[in-house]
């Protein structure tokens, strides 16, 4: 018998400290076919962790949890079920690192502690898997468990984004009809690579670190055959296909942990994105500093040697994946340590240079390819002159490092190199 606290239908209101999620754009669906080709389907979010700080004190949320778990393990089962404001969860036997109790329904995982709402650390924890990221959506569930918490009497203080995958499926792309299998086609921010064959299969590429920012591309297919059957009919349903076994499809998901997350910066008011609210209004941009800054896949083997790599066209299937169609267009920026200097001004103050330059040199004024190809080979043509004085230039650098760089971030800022 499940223990009922209370089993009244939730009231209708958001989170008090956040605008209400229905309020933020959704992800769209498929997108355009590549001409007689491959489609992009399903832009959007794969995975979602939440990190809340929550005031507890007015509840007693945490003493009926207390005693469902003490139940399961007098019973010696693994869970005891349990109702919360009109939502079924079982109540797992033990809790997890950091956190007492461990409330599960489906691929939906809730974690609560007694700890303070004070503290540094959290006492809550959002976590919403990969089929109700899609159906009801990763935005409804999020506002459902806003509803029953606050429904229980607990007051969300603080909220802290702690993982998001984004991805978008290629429909109809075979993985080894894709050069990403060879390192060369890759241009990159990312030091580590991996490429995973099964009986001489190709199966998956992974591009960076899994504990801070990845890449991930994958047979989607034989993934959900392996791990995840019971996604078939749903994965199905949103490819629009209506065979398992009669189109290949290729993920592309990059998995962003909270210390990748939080370094990007929302342009205006140069803060890190932080709360759901944050994410959804600056999806796209998010995508497009992933597609294209981060990592990119080209069309032919890049020259490292002549060091041309951002020269290089991509490959025509990435170039489809970087317009996948994410809403939230916010501007965002990415700063890997702290800095006194104002980067977004100085990337447009660049940028204005490049395009005088090209000017100069009697560029068309709508040749954005080659205005671009100009102002890189002006800039990288000055500092390759200044570097062939090796002593004078690395001075030159260490000042303009000591000047932006405070002094806490100097030994942990990390350097991440193209290639």
Known sequence: MSTAYPATPLPVKSHSSCPKISDCPESSGPQARLSGGPRIATPGLDALKINFWVDFSNSALLAHLEAAKLKAQSDDVDSEPIALGGYEFNCMRSGTHLFSFRLERGDIRVLLSRRPHTTNIQNCRLEIGSLSCWIPGYNQAYQEFIEMIEFLGGVFTKELLSECHLCADYVGLDIGSAPVADQNYWVTRAKKYSVYYESRNLTGVDIGKGGKLMLRVYDKIREIKTHSRHKIDTFLFLWGIGDIDCTPVTRFEFQVKRKALHQFRIEGKDAPIKTLVDLNTSLSSLWAYLTTEWVRLTA???????????????????????????????????????????????????????????????????????????????????????????????????????????????????TEEIG
């Open 300 to 414: 032919a083997p890049v020259d490292r040697k002549n060091k041309h790599q951002t020269r290089v066209a991509s490959h025509e299937y990435w170039t489809e994946l970087m317009n996948a169609d994410f809403a939230g267009s916010i501007p965002v920026f990415r700063r890997t340590g702290s800095s006194l200097c104002d980067l977004p001004s100085l990337k447009l103050q660049m940028a204005g240079i490049g395009m005088t330059i090209a000017a100069a040199l009697g560029q068309s004024k709508d040749d954005v390819e080659s205005i671009i190809t100009f102002s890189q080979d002006a800039i990288e043509g000055t500092i390759r002159g200044l570097s062939r004085n090796k002593i004078d230039f690395t001075k030159r650098m260490a000042r303009k490092i000591n000047r932006v760089v405070p002094f806490r971030d100097a030994q942990s800022q990390e």
